[in-house]
């Protein structure tokens, strides 16, 4: 089938629409679809080259084109602002403490670690809100926002289809139209899907921060002042201090001893590992919950409104929409796999410990909650409530597995869910995941440890720092949990008392385990090369115009409100679009074949969006499409 015309393929959908597209219109090419497959894929890689390299600054050597992936700009932004948080703690201690150890500080509190070389309740003032900003700042809720950014940004630089289905003068069949009113309509939702699941992550984050902040202020201005006071913290700052650390598993305390004060203390203890879960070892569980309870509230109260068809998009394609956003089955099985290992180290803390001495003096009830405590917070957090060092040697040798498989759970479910993957496919996926990191970080596990014991081999003489205890420090800066062993006589972690070349080792592995968790950069929210052609594209004033170089127009600072006649259709052909239509392809295998006779309505671009997904609503990129 030839065509003589027809509308721009959407943004998306290329490089493989434009190479269809393109083989469509030369005359006497057969209908065979692999006849010239290995030739468009050499086309469409050479005309990305020659845009990116057309509107990248020239000065970058070829081989960065197309490397610059998101875990490597991660990667090199948490060690860029990790050393520069470093230089200006050392600038507020008055030079008072080496850069090494100011480094190391900055560093753990960015990647949410919590190991410390210096007492941070002895810090001054504006060290300990530079140490709470780096917290911040390094928090994976508000990380998981920065992916969402980047995509919607891609939808808003690029150009919005259908918007010229008639260019130079060539009228496009009425088939082209209803597939360009059928893209037009799964532009907007989808861009609109990525605002809405923004906006409800920031407010789940702030509500969270709020709440616990008021609450545990208000007890301890009531209850536990005088055990604040003893340590010469402040009541407030000390609360607003603590759940900033909880919610982001960082471990950081402003009392000497960390939670250890506290231990008999249900409230305490019980918000502290509920906002560790709610930050970060159960996250995609609450967020989805709060993405559900809205959707059921925005459905109650308009139920064919805008923003309800919207969040029941969301509902439906989770994973297109935010990382840690995961399809109900996934969800449920994470919330399984976060359940058992809870028990099973909750079940080995306490029947290797219950009589121990850390749990001296505590009654029934304070020994099951300071178990539940450190069950919830050994994989992620590192707050310390009782001394480890005194814990039995069995349950440290259960702590180092459970530090390593720190970040499987979620990691793993948020790659076996990514939307390109067939869902029948979906447990092999996780199986396959599960393996690869488990053999990947062995590396980090055991190269790091390997060092640091060659480097203190010196030391390795003294009873208290012993090969053992240093697998333990490398495995707690690999989970970026922050527990420690420690050190006799220093309230610090066992890291104080290594060489600055060991601890720049710790550092290496700290900022590689709070980059592992990161999903793999095939998944669309994460195409950093899509970003760089829309941008290409917008600013060259279209995609042909990007290729050449040249000037061009700005990039609108927002998408227009209706991108085409038909971005608001039918309520019914809207409500068609949320139930069939998958969110939009990146990278699309193929494109369908253009069919001239298809009306033009808005019940047809819904049919025959819907239709272009395949069986059972699938489109054909998720058996084997290059990217969500």
């Known amino acids: 089938m030839e065509a003589d015309g027809g509308a721009p393929p959407p943004f998306w959908t290329a490089p493989e629409s434009l190479r269809r597209l393109s083989r469509l219109s030369r005359p006497g090419v057969t209908a065979d679809k692999s006849a010239h497959k290995q030739q468009q894929a050499d086309d469409s890689e050479a005309a990305q080259r020659r845009l990116l390299r057309a509107r990248l600054p ?44 100011c480094a190391f500080t900055t560093v753990s509190a960015l990647t949410q670690t919590g190991l410390i070389v210096v007492d941070t309740a002895a810090l001054r003032k504006p060290s300990q809100a530079l140490v709470l900003l780096l917290i911040t700042a390094g928090g994976g809720i508000l990380g998981s926002t920065i992916p969402i950014t980047l995509r919607r940004l891609v939808f808003q630089w690029a150009p919005a289809p259908g918007t010229a289905p008639g260019a130079a003068g060539v009228a496009a069949p009425s088939g082209a139209r209803a597939r360009a009113a059928a893209e037009a309509a799964r532009h907007e939702l989808h861009f609109e899907a990525l605002t809405l699941v923004r906006r409800a992550i920031l407010v789940y984050w702030a509500a969270l921060l709020l709440l616990a902040f008021l609450l545990l202020g208000g007890y301890l201005h009531a209850a536990r002042r005088a055990t604040l006071a003893s340590e010469g913290v402040a009541t407030w700052w000390f609360a607003g201090f603590h759940v900033i650390s909880a919610l982001h598993n960082a471990g950081f305390a402003l009392t000497s001893t960390n939670l250890i004060p506290f231990r008999d203390d249900a409230l305490v203890l019980n918000l502290t590992a509920f906002l560790i879960l709610a930050g970060n070892t159960a996250h995609p569980i609450f967020l989805r919950l709060a993405v559900y309870g809205w959707w059921r509230w925005e459905a109650r109260r308009a139920a064919h409104g805008r923003r309800a068809a919207v969040l029941a998009y969301v509902m439906r394609h989770p994973r297109a929409c935010a990382l840690q956003l995961l399809p109900p089955a996934t969800t449920a099985t994470l919330a399984l796999a976060i359940a058992a290992l809870t028990a099973a180290e909750f079940g080995l803390l306490l029947g290797f410990n219950a009589r121990s001495p850390p749990f001296a003096g505590l009654s029934g009830y304070g020994v099951l909650n300071l178990g539940w405590f450190h069950s919830v917070d050994v994989r992620t957090a590192g707050f310390n409530a009782l001394d480890v060092a005194a814990l039995s040697p069995p349950i440290w040798v259960v702590w180092v597995a459970a530090m390593y ?166 309520p019914h052909a809207l409500a068609l679009a949320v139930r069939s239509a998958p969110p939009p392809r990146v990278l699309l295998p193929t494109i369908a074949d253009v069919d001239d006779s298809a009306p033009a309505t808005a019940e047809a671009s819904a049919a025959s969006a819907s239709a272009l997904d395949g069986p059972g609503g699938r489109s054909p990129a998720a058996d084997g499409g290059a990217a969500v």
């Not at 000065?59 to 700009?73: H, I, K, S």
């Not at 290729?547 to 409100?561: F, S, T, Y």
């Open 58 to 101: 020239s000065w970058l050597p070829e081989a960065v084109y197309g490397r610059v992936t998101y875990y490597r700009a991660h990667l090199a932004a948490f060690t860029l602002l990790g050393l520069l948080g470093g230089a200006v703690l050392f600038g507020i201690e008055g030079g008072r403490r080496p850069f090494t150890s």
């Open 405 to 570: 498989l720190s970040a499987l759970p979620v990691t793993v479910s948020i790659r076996a869910s990514n939307p390109a993957r067939p869902a029948a496919g979906t447990a092999a996926a996780a199986g396959h995941e599960l393996k690869r990191m488990l053999t990947a970080d062995l590396f980090w596990l055991y190269a790091p440890w390997a060092f640091l014991v060659c480097a203190e081999a010196g030391q390795l003489h003294d009873a208290a720092l012993t090969p053992f205890s240093l697998l333990f420090e490398n495995a707690s800066a690999l989970g970026t949990v922050g527990l420690s062993l420690g050190y006799p006589g220093s309230v610090t972690s066992l890291a104080a008392r290594l060489s600055p070349v060991s601890q720049w080792a710790l550092m290496l592995t700290m900022l590689v385990g709070r980059n592992r968790g990161l999903p793999r950069d095939s998944e669309a929210l994460l195409a950093l090369e899509e970003l760089y052609l829309a941008r290409a594209s917008a600013e060259g004033g279209g995609r042909g115009g990007g290729v050449e170089g040249g000037g061009g127009r700005r990039p609108h600072p927002h998408p227009p409100p209706h991108p085409h006649p038909h971005a608001h259709p039918h």
